[in-house]
């Protein structure tokens, strides 16, 4: 067979399309390749990071899921990631190792999109679309906003390299890019809206966070080959990946040299707008704009003897702490005769700590007793903040931890509490005071605090949880209990109302085979074979004394047997050591053969003599049960034949007690889906229960058998219980709300963030 040249193979056209990739990234010029390997060694080390921590952080996640669909749906990616994890960061890689190749061959295109959208199209963009893309955009916006002049320096360079104009936006190595690689790469996963949110911010924490080294580092790599080495303030160092928190190298000073000076840079123009909105005076723009700053280790000299001053006057604050230092600089000017300022960095270090002190200080959510301990702690924070600016941009700073530390420690303090014996307050006054008495409180000295704190925290959580177990087992337990006496209640309250039967056989059904009942749902439930037959068992015991009809008469011998049989597995179950010799069992049997003895009567046809005839005509019927000599058994005690209607229900049933509640007193949606959202381990502001004062409170369990929330304290003692729909009209009448667990310092410096930025725009 000739070959067909226009038959075209796919296999070979895509090999060859790879090929010919790899040539054109090969022949990339040798600072463009350096950079690219760069790169490409910083992804494959952050996303082994995230793939690394990813199943901790699921298997968190389903331990504290409040439903076993979100459980087995984090399960279920946790498996998959394990699986997929390696062709994931391979198609990272490879896919900027693709875009670092088109660089050569042509205009670069961003992933991200540039289309903008009018209000009204959102709704055409499906739900968990627009959610991914307001984290991306979140994420990138984050990751830009700390790194515009590096990210600038990159694009020019890169742009003068390839010969082509490139900006921020088309830059390869740009956050939007990389994170649009990474999430392309995921997408053939499937992965839910609520893993792939979790994947994504693991994705900013491994690789975004550490990506400013990126950056200083691909930089640096293009000066050094000599393209545009003129540019100014790009060869910032940044913290390496992973670097472990302690003492700074070569002291303070090593400390300031080695800080981010893009947060600050950041921070430093949005200070500008604050002071110029509330009339501030920087302590940095005194004096002769040639005059020298202040060393940062003469500074902290200045704190330390404000801290002096302080233990002598608790009520002075850091907002005298500009006073303290403006007098010095006086003192020292009338001694030398040297003009000298504050420099610029320090004095917008002490801003910062100010307002950052000031939100902690004045959040709502914070016990009264906590503001007090970290109101005490601001002199402390701000001499580790001069000494090592990492603080603001280093997530893992010690200071930073001990401050989270202590929030999440105290999270379950009221402002009504006696904190006089409580242990956890008496550590915290030791190390504050330690603290303030320290000279030298360093990040290592605030690493030893946080490690004493955190150990003691674990040796409380651990004796909590174990009460929070008792409590949850014994909730549960009672739940369960609740459940199988109502379904007993159920079963028989439904078979014996409207039936006349023998009084025995009545309490027979109440007193003892609810019991048989309620065992066999508590040990099997509801939907196993051992229920079916106890409820089977039940009804055949009542038809047993009943009288038969027709042919049913001569079965009804072995019917009565199999009864017996069965009446003696229940009692055997709930711990009847001999059940064929109870009297129970006796007095049934005698009962059958009786109510037998009597049909059988019945249904012989009478004698035809006229006496007798008459006789039948006009006597009354006898009566189904009747007591006879041969009723008695064996142990002597007779068979009460007594019959009963049984006109109203017998066993009560606990299954709602809550009233019945018209349409317009149901909560509303809203608050139905607050409530499905909560999930076991979040705490809680509690109030209107009695006349007790509002109180902190931890969701311990969500009882499946009852649909119960239980509340626990600190202590892990109960201290509420609500139904769903009791605890939606509670956060409707706003009596209960939601603490937030997130990282306190984080949450002060967000804010404090945002007003900055808030009092910037008018001036835009």
Request: aromatic share 6%.
């Amino acid at each position: 067979m000739s070959q067909d040249y226009k038959v075209v193979s796919l296999a070979s056209a895509a090999a060859g399309r790879q090929r010919a990739e790899f040539e054109r990234g090969a022949s990339l010029p040798a600072p463009l390749a350096a950079v690219r390997d760069r790169a490409l060694t910083f992804l494959q080390v952050g996303l082994s990071e995230l793939f690394d921590n990813t199943d901790d952080t699921l298997f968190e996640k389903a331990d504290r899921a409040s439903s076993n669909a979100d459980q087995s749906l984090f399960f279920d990616a946790m498996r998959l990631l394990r699986l997929q994890r390696h062709a994931v960061e391979k198609s990272c890689c490879d896919g900027l190792e693709r875009q670092f190749g088109m660089l050569q061959s042509g205009p670069f295109s961003s992933p991200q999109s540039n289309h903008s959208f009018d209000v009204d199209t959102l709704s055409l963009v499906q739900p968990d679309e627009l959610e991914q893309t307001v984290a991306l955009d979140g994420m990138v916006g984050r990751a830009n906003a700390r790194n515009q002049l590096p990210l600038a320096h990159l694009a020019l360079r890169l742009g003068t390299l390839v010969g082509q104009p490139m900006d921020v936006r088309s830059n390869p190595l740009a956050p939007s890019c990389l994170v649009q690689l990474f999430s392309d790469s995921c997408a053939p996963l499937g992965l839910d809206i609520k893993v792939r949110l979790i994947i994504l911010k693991m994705f900013e924490r491994h690789v975004f966070n550490s990506i400013d080294s990126l950056y200083v580092d691909a930089n640096g790599l293009l000066k050094n080959a000599g393209i545009l080495p003129d540019l100014k303030q790009d060869g910032l160092p940044v913290r390496p990946r992973g670097a472990a928190a302690g003492r700074p190298p070569g002291g303070p000073t090593g400390a300031a040299e080695a800080a981010d000076p893009q947060v600050l840079s950041l921070f430093s123009e949005l200070i500008s707008s604050w002071r110029h909105a509330s009339g501030d005076v920087a302590l940095s723009a005194l004096g002769a704009p040639s005059a020298p700053p202040v060393p940062s280790e003469e500074l902290l000299g200045m704190l330390n003897s404000f801290a002096t001053r302080q233990q002598a006057e608790p009520s002075a604050t850091l907002h005298d702490l500009r006073g303290h230092i403006n007098r010095q600089l006086g003192e020292q000017l009338r001694q030398t005769g040297e003009v000298r300022k504050l420099d610029r960095v320090d004095d917008d270090v002490i801003s910062l700590v100010s307002m950052l002190f000031d939100f902690v200080l004045d959040d709502a959510q914070l016990p009264a007793a906590l503001k007090a301990l970290i109101g005490r702690m601001q002199l402390p924070i701000l001499r580790v903040a001069i000494a090592d600016k990492s603080l603001f941009s280093r997530s893992s700073h010690p200071a930073r931890r001990l401050l989270n530390e202590l929030a999440r420690a105290t999270l379950g303090w009221s402002d009504h509490d006696d904190l006089r014996r409580d242990q956890l307050h008496s550590l915290l006054e030791r190390m504050v005071d330690r603290l303030l008495g320290e000279q030298q409180a360093d990040a290592a000295f605030f690493e030893q605090m946080h490690e004493e704190l955190a150990g003691f925290v674990r040796i409380e959580q651990r004796r909590a949880e174990r009460l929070e177990q008792r409590t949850r087992d014994a909730e549960e337990g009672r739940a369960r209990v609740d459940a199988a006496r109502s379904q007993a209640a159920r079963v028989l309250n439904t078979l014996l109302l409207g039936r006349t039967l023998p009084v025995f056989v009545v309490d027979l059904l109440r007193d003892t085979w609810s019991q048989v009942l309620q065992m066999a749902y508590l040990r099997e439930g509801g939907n196993s074979d051992l229920w079916r037959e106890a409820v089977d068992t039940a009804e055949r015991l009542v038809q047993s004394v009943e009288p038969p009809l027709g042919a049913a008469l001569e079965q009804r011998p072995a019917f009565n047997a199999s009864v017996c049989r069965a009446l003696c597995a229940g009692l055997r179950l709930i711990g009847e050591e001999h059940p064929d010799a109870a009297p129970s069992v006796a007095q049934l049997q005698v009962l059958q053969r009786t109510v037998l003895h009597r049909a059988t009567r019945l249904s012989q046809p009478p004698r035809p003599d006229a006496a007798s005839s008459l006789e039948a005509g006009v006597r009354e019927p006898v009566a189904l049960y009747e007591t006879a000599a041969a009723t008695v058994p064996e142990g002597g005690i007779p068979v009460l034949t007594e019959t009963v209607l049984v006109d109203e229900t017998l066993l009560p049933s606990p299954a709602n007690n809550e009233p019945v509640e018209l349409v317009d007193e149901l909560p509303s949606a809203a608050a139905i889906a607050w409530v499905e959202r909560l999930h076991a381990g979040s705490w809680f502001e509690l109030s209107g229960i009695g006349d007790q004062p509002a109180q902190r409170c931890k969701l311990a369990a969500i009882i499946s058998f009852s649909g119960k929330y239980i509340f626990v304290n600190r202590a892990g003692m109960k201290v509420a219980e609500f139904t769903s729909t009791t605890l939606a009209h509670q956060y409707e009448r706003q009596l209960i709300h939601l603490l937030a667990d997130d990282q306190l310092f984080d949450r002060a410096l967000e804010s404090v963030i945002g007003n900055l930025r808030q009092l910037r725009t008018p001036r835009d």
